[in-house]
């Protein structure tokens, strides 16, 4: 079974910034051939879409990260990032990445988890 490996995670002051990355197990699986999203899951909440990228590379955001994270993508590492800037308390959580069914923050979720990553952000 195809798993996407998140990494990239840690503990930060507010203000700081994170670059996460995120790759699949197995290569039957291609980042660069799918709609790919930033999921976000705070502590006692449920899972959050925060970030999208299409296979062209048009992006859209949350609106609580909006102009502090950029999504990405490296078509030849099969790569996908979430660059974080001027992280917040409220930004603590495990992210996840995944393939999601269109770049629309309601989209649903195409594969099965992975373990995430965590993001601590401390005052």
């Known amino acids: 079974q195809v798993q996407l490996v998140e990494s990239g995670g840690g503990l930060v002051q507010s203000g700081g910034s994170l670059r996460l990355s995120c790759a699949p197990s197995?290569?039957?699986?291609?980042?660069?051939?799918?709609?790919m999203g930033w999921y976000r899951q705070a502590p006692g909440k449920e899972r959050e879409l925060v970030a999208t990228?299409?296979?062209?590379?048009?992006?859209n955001y949350a609106d609580s990260v909006k102009d502090r994270f950029t999504i990405s993508r490296d078509n030849a590492k099969d790569t996908l990032f979430l660059q974080m800037h001027r992280l917040q308390l409220e930004d603590t959580g495990v992210y996840y990445c995944?393939?999601?069914?269109?770049?629309?923050?309601?989209?649903?979720?195409?594969?099965?988890w992975g373990q995430g990553t965590q993001v601590t952000v401390s005052s």
């Open positions: 995944n393939a999601v069914s269109s770049t629309t923050l309601n989209a649903k979720s195409l594969r099965p």
């Open positions: 197995r290569t039957i699986f291609s980042i660069a051939f799918n709609i």
């Open positions: 990228i299409s296979i062209g590379g048009l992006t």
